[in-house]
């Protein structure tokens, strides 16, 4: 299970909705991500994934954060903000498979 916290509440404005639905769809087909549940609320998003490679998963991670945070801020490369989009640490932890997972599945739901 994966959350991404952002600094400021924009991820549920419509316009953002589905900017961030097509980025997790081909990111996670891009580096083979299964996606099984996820949630976009406004100032994070939780989400239920598989990856069969740890270096598929930090490369979708990476991609999925940067393209979104571009994307909200439209930011232009050379141009720095004056504050990160995302809140770090990204909080991650590993599933088990069975009730755990059903757990986080409903959790998420």
Known sequence: ???LRARVPVLRLARNKKLIS???????KCFQVK????????????LLVKSNSLDNLNNFLRVLAGQIAQR?????SGKKLK???WLKPMWKIAVHWGRDF????YYIF
């Open 1 to 3: 299970m994966l959350v």
């Open 22 to 28: 097509t980025l997790l769809l081909a990111t996670s």
């Open 35 to 46: 996606v099984y549940n996820n949630s976009l609320n406004s100032k994070h998003i939780h």
């Open 72 to 76: 909200i801020t439209h930011a232009v």
């Open 83 to 85: 504050m990160g989009f």
């Open 102 to 105: 059903l757990n986080f599945s």
